[in-house]
């Protein structure tokens, strides 16, 4: 299992601090939430904020874009070349359009789907894209209750056998080292975790518990 930590649940005032430290304590991706206050009821941080998380980041950024316009965010943010850049199904009219103005810009764009969307809304755009998100709360704030998808995360994975087998499945929101043992064996090949990571007094003892 991969590990990308959320940087929502780090202490902001050492936010560079924060980044370094997961990056040596073992994490495979930096996972950043960016927030629009109108696709989430939430706002978090944009492009000259990420700029700095960037400069100190030993790990590749995971862009997680919870916006309502997917095309003027992908603008700001890739100059900070991050590997992916995922947008919510649920926001966008033009997937195809979206997936490769991303993939124009050097990189692996990636669909997000949130708890009660179902995986059949994505069948058609999945071979365009290097990985699948699956939200696992609704999006806009860390620290909240897992909602059990096992099943959609099962029936995307016997899609992107038939579709896309090197696309990568993300699940985001509420992973602890409890239930990232049944993520696994679903299929999934990279977790989210935010407060779980950040809550924890060791980041490499947290991190370390997810690699299953
Ligand atoms: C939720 C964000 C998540 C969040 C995860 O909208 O997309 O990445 O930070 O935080 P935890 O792991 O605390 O649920
Ligand atoms: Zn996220």
């Given at each position: 299992m991969l590990v990308a930590p959320s940087i929502l649940s780090a202490d902001f005032g050492i936010l560079a601090k924060e980044v370094v430290d997961i990056c040596t304590a073992g994490a495979?991706?930096?996972?950043?939430?960016?927030?629009?206050?109108?696709?989430?009821?939430?706002?978090?941080?944009?492009?000259?904020?990420?700029k700095a998380v960037a400069d100190v980041a030993?790990?590749?950024l995971d862009v997680h874009l919870m916006v309502e316009d997917n095309s003027f965010f992908i603008d700001l943010f890739?100059?900070?070349?991050?590997?992916?850049i995922s947008f919510h199904y649920e926001s966008e009219r033009h997937h195809h359009r979206v997936a490769q103005k991303i993939r124009d810009h050097g990189i692996s764009p990636a669909i997000v789907i949130n708890p009660a969307t179902p995986v059949s809304c994505i069948a058609e755009i999945v071979r365009y894209v290097d990985m699948v998100l699956l939200m696992s709360?609704?999006?806009?704030?860390?620290?909240?209750?897992?909602?059990?998808?096992?099943?959609?995360?099962?029936?995307?994975?016997?899609?992107?056998?038939?579709?896309?087998?090197?696309?990568?499945?993300?699940?985001?929101?509420?992973?602890?080292?409890?239930?990232?043992?049944?993520l696994k064996e679903a299929g999934v090949?990279?977790?989210?975790?935010?407060?779980?990571?950040?809550?924890?007094?060791?980041?490499?003892?947290?991190?370390a518990s997810l690699k299953v």
């Open positions: 495979d991706l930096v996972h950043v939430d960016v927030m629009d206050g109108h696709f989430v009821p939430n706002m978090t941080i944009g492009p000259v904020v990420v030993t790990k590749p890739a100059p900070l070349k991050p590997k992916y709360v609704n999006p806009g704030f860390g620290g909240q209750k897992f909602i059990p998808i096992y099943d959609k995360i099962r029936e995307l994975r016997r899609l992107l056998d038939e579709r896309n087998p090197k696309c990568l499945i993300e699940v985001d929101g509420g992973v602890n080292d409890k239930n990232v043992h049944e090949d990279i977790v989210v975790a935010g407060s779980y990571v950040f809550g924890h007094k060791d980041y490499a003892e947290a991190i």
